[in-house]
């Protein structure tokens, strides 16, 4: 397999293990909404952001959805898209060295990817998946560092978003798409839980004709087309002779009329052209066998028409469904036949049943949010359209989903996020990480706190738009857990140190959040961790109830199986904790930092 080398590859290959932890803290004044929805959003360099929550939220993400800088060369920018920014210089300087000097700008945006990405990976659940738009400028390298990072055997395919517009500077092709790569943690685990569909986009549109057709049946009245010649020419006749009976025949021919005019519907949903007694619209699909191999000897039993009471053609490879199907369909009158059984009967396919179909590998979406940014008077440079987002994230995310954005920009991720659950009753969360301190205040806090509260357009009472709920904790990056030395920092909560002390030891998200209130931190494997840490057992002096006495370990909470307890000191010998199956780890040395 292709494999990508660069300039700084060696320094940053296993740089995300080494970023130190940092804490998070919430700030009320910037948050909004309801605190408990379980959103966040972050203000502070991604990859330090990124160690910090991973602790909390390793293996519980669904979907990691990032747009992060295209590297296009356009420094007047507000992010700086060619990777030169203030932050991303001192950050190369300061992991990559002086080989920084020699990189070129393809070098750079290579080394601010691959540790993000690297670290992005520990926070998928087993059938989760990550979404990355780029466009023409890096799309080559982004291939082969999420082969390298992900593996190709992963890879679900990509998706070209037509925009519409193809770019006026272009110097060689004019690109009028972006592009979108899919992949997922492990496929297999994936598709046994995710089917990739995506609504018929018109088939709310062709359910609404059909039924207004059938509204018709048994009544009298005058054919639309002759109703529209008159309006049309503004003819003064009345046209009454022309009244005719609305049978379910010319119903029919009504709707495969008005069909064939409408030009934006895709091939599939054409096939959908008729309609029964019932008012159901259908297709109809062939029953003979689709694959080359021939079918089983019972897929080629006979059927027999209705009528003439003669078997019908059985296709040449057999049937496409067994004999028990057949009669299954038959029962529910999904089969149609011809006029005699010289025709093969064909299956029908009702249109309400089938209102999605497979995510095709061309999007065409050329709208903005331009009008929704002025509305609330924010002013951000090409932002992503939430409503394109939002249909995305509703073809990879389900109901209770966790949805990561390390490149959250203005946003675009959790207006999309909130709005989906609006529509469907869900109860996805976001976690969203931006580095910029102007747009993570100014922008993405204020546009997610008009989607949530709503907002007045072209600031007039009388056209509101209506908020969509939920909120979000606005979050800030502290100070690291562990300073220079190696020791606890000052600030360090009982509860910080715990998550980092089951994550770093299980590999796993502690199991639940702790608030000081007992030394047991939870179980992993069988075995029990326990954290004496701030006076945790109510000695408030500076060596009480952080050391391990017998009479401490009597008054632990219960585990049936080994221990770990980490401490300040341990007053036990070592043939005493193995009799009792403890390991005792001393605070801060045996503690790993990074």
């Given at each position: 397999?292709?494999?990508?080398?660069?300039?700084?590859?060696?320094?940053?290959?296993?740089?995300?293990?080494?970023?130190?932890?940092?804490?998070?803290?919430?700030?009320?004044?910037?948050?909004c909404g309801d605190p408990e929805s379980g959103n966040l959003l972050v203000e502070g360099d991604n990859l330090l952001a990124l160690k910090a929550l991973l602790p909390y939220y390793a293996g519980q993400v669904k979907c990691i959805y990032i747009?992060?800088?295209?590297?296009?060369?356009?420094?007047?920018?507000?992010?700086?898209?060619?990777?030169?920014?203030?932050?991303?210089?001192?950050?190369?300087?300061?992991?990559?060295?002086?080989?920084?000097?020699?990189?070129?700008?393809?070098?750079?945006?290579?080394?601010?990817?691959?540790?993000?990405?690297?670290?992005?990976?520990?926070?998928?659940?087993?059938?989760?998946?990550?979404?990355?738009?780029?466009?023409?400028?890096?799309?080559?390298?982004?291939?082969?560092?999420?082969?390298?990072?992900?593996?190709?055997?992963?890879?679900?395919?990509?998706?070209?978003?037509?925009?519409?517009?193809?770019?006026?500077?272009?110097?060689?092709?004019?690109?009028?798409?972006?592009?979108?790569?899919?992949?997922?943690?492990?496929?297999?685990?994936?598709?046994?839980?995710?089917?990739?569909?995506?609504?018929?986009?018109?088939?709310?549109?062709?359910?609404?004709?059909?039924?207004?057709?059938?509204?018709?049946?048994?009544?009298?009245?005058?054919?639309?087309?002759?109703?529209?010649?008159?309006?049309?020419?503004?003819?003064?006749?009345?046209?009454?002779?022309?009244?005719?009976?609305?049978?379910?025949?010319?119903?029919?021919?009504?709707?495969?009329?008005?069909?064939?005019?409408?030009?934006?519907?895709?091939?599939?949903?054409?096939?959908?052209?008729?309609?029964?007694?019932?008012?159901?619209?259908?297709?109809?699909?062939?029953?003979?066998?689709?694959?080359?191999?021939?079918?089983?000897?019972?897929?080629?039993?006979?059927?027999?028409?209705?009528?003439?009471?003669?078997?019908?053609?059985?296709?040449?490879?057999?049937?496409r469904f067994p004999p028990d199907t057949i009669k299954e369909l038959l029962d529910k009158n999904e089969i149609i036949f011809g006029k005699d059984h010289t025709t093969q009967p064909q299956r029908i396919y009702f249109l309400k049943d089938n209102?999605?179909?497979?995510?095709?590998?061309?999007?065409?979406?050329?709208?903005?949010?331009?009008?929704?940014?002025?509305?609330?008077?924010?002013?951000?440079?090409?932002?992503?359209?939430?409503?394109?987002?939002?249909?995305?994230?509703?073809?990879?995310?389900?109901?209770?989903?966790?949805?990561?954005?390390?490149?959250?920009?203005?946003?675009?991720?959790?207006?999309?996020?909130?709005?989906?659950?609006?529509?469907?009753?869900?109860?996805?969360?976001?976690?969203?990480?931006?580095?910029?301190?102007?747009?993570?205040?100014?922008?993405?806090?204020?546009?997610?706190?008009?989607?949530?509260?709503?907002?007045?357009?072209?600031?007039?009472?009388?056209?509101?738009?209506?908020?969509?709920?939920?909120?979000?904790?606005?979050?800030?990056?502290?100070?690291?857990?562990?300073?220079?030395?190696?020791?606890?920092?000052?600030?360090?909560?009982?509860?910080?140190?715990?998550?980092?002390?089951?994550?770093?030891?299980?590999?796993?998200?502690?199991?639940?959040?702790?608030?000081?209130?007992?030394?047991?931190?939870?179980?992993?494997?069988?075995?029990?961790?326990?954290?004496?840490?701030?006076?945790?057992?109510?000695?408030?002096?500076?060596?009480?109830?952080?050391?391990?006495?017998?009479?401490?370990?009597?008054?632990?909470?219960?585990?049936?199986?080994?221990?770990?307890?980490?401490?300040?000191?341990?007053?036990?010998?070592?043939?005493?904790?193995?009799?009792?199956?403890?390991?005792?780890?001393?605070?801060?040395?045996?503690?790993?930092?990074?």
């Amino acid at each position: 397999m292709p494999t990508l080398n660069w300039i700084g590859k060696e320094a940053v290959i296993n740089h995300h293990r080494q970023v130190p932890y940092h804490l998070l803290r919430s700030d009320n004044s910037l948050s909004c909404g309801d605190p408990e929805s379980g959103n966040l959003l972050v203000e502070g360099d991604n990859l330090l952001a990124l160690k910090a929550l991973l602790p909390y939220y390793a293996g519980q993400v669904k979907c990691i959805y990032i747009d992060p800088p295209y590297n296009t060369g356009n420094e007047k920018w507000k992010y700086n898209d060619n990777v030169n920014s203030p932050e991303i210089r001192k950050w190369l300087g300061r992991v990559v060295g002086a080989e920084a000097e020699d990189l070129s700008r393809h070098d750079k945006w290579l080394c601010m990817m691959y540790p993000r990405l690297s670290i992005l990976k520990h926070f998928l659940q087993d059938d989760g998946v990550i979404i990355v738009h780029i466009d023409e400028h890096e799309i080559g390298n982004l291939f082969l560092l999420l082969d390298d990072i992900y593996g190709r055997n992963n890879f679900l395919g990509y998706i070209v978003w037509d925009k519409g517009n193809p770019k006026g500077d272009a110097q060689g092709v004019a690109f009028q798409h972006e592009t979108v790569l899919c992949y997922a943690l492990k496929k297999d685990r994936f598709l046994n839980t995710n089917k990739l569909l995506r609504p018929k986009l018109n088939a709310d549109k062709i359910l609404k004709k059909a039924a207004q057709l059938y509204d018709k049946l048994g009544k009298k009245s005058i054919p639309d087309d002759i109703i529209n010649i008159k309006k049309k020419y503004n003819l003064p006749y009345s046209f009454d002779e022309y009244e005719t009976e609305w049978t379910l025949e010319k119903i029919n021919n009504e709707f495969q009329a008005w069909m064939k005019q409408q030009s934006e519907f895709s091939g599939g949903e054409k096939m959908y052209k008729y309609i029964d007694s019932n008012g159901y619209v259908y297709r109809l699909v062939s029953m003979a066998w689709p694959n080359k191999k021939k079918a089983p000897d019972e897929y080629f039993l006979p059927i027999k028409h209705p009528t003439t009471n003669q078997n019908c053609p059985v296709p040449n490879r057999g049937w496409r469904f067994p004999p028990d199907t057949i009669k299954e369909l038959l029962d529910k009158n999904e089969i149609i036949f011809g006029k005699d059984h010289t025709t093969q009967p064909q299956r029908i396919y009702f249109l309400k049943d089938n209102m999605e179909e497979n995510l095709p590998s061309i999007l065409k979406y050329a709208g903005s949010d331009d009008d929704f940014f002025r509305n609330i008077y924010i002013n951000f440079e090409n932002p992503k359209p939430y409503l394109f987002s939002k249909y995305l994230l509703n073809c990879f995310t389900r109901k209770g989903d966790l949805i990561l954005d390390s490149f959250a920009g203005s946003g675009t991720t959790g207006h999309a996020v909130l709005d989906i659950n609006k529509k469907d009753g869900g109860n996805r969360r976001f976690i969203l990480i931006e580095m910029d301190q102007d747009v993570c205040r100014n922008v993405a806090a204020q546009r997610l706190k008009k989607a949530i509260q709503g907002y007045e357009m072209n600031g007039k009472k009388n056209l509101s738009v209506e908020g969509l709920g939920g909120g979000f904790r606005y979050c800030k990056l502290d100070k690291p857990l562990f300073d220079e030395t190696g020791k606890i920092g000052e600030t360090v909560r009982f509860g910080d140190l715990a998550s980092h002390i089951f994550f770093t030891e299980t590999g796993k998200p502690i199991p639940k959040r702790v608030n000081g209130a007992s030394p047991f931190l939870g179980t992993a494997n069988g075995t029990g961790y326990y954290l004496l840490f701030n006076g945790i057992l109510g000695d408030k002096t500076p060596d009480g109830g952080n050391v391990l006495t017998g009479k401490v370990l009597m008054n632990l909470p219960k585990h049936n199986g080994p221990k770990v307890i980490f401490g300040e000191g341990c007053r036990l010998g070592e043939a005493r904790l193995r009799r009792e199956h403890v390991i005792f780890k001393q605070l801060p040395y045996e503690i790993k930092v990074s």
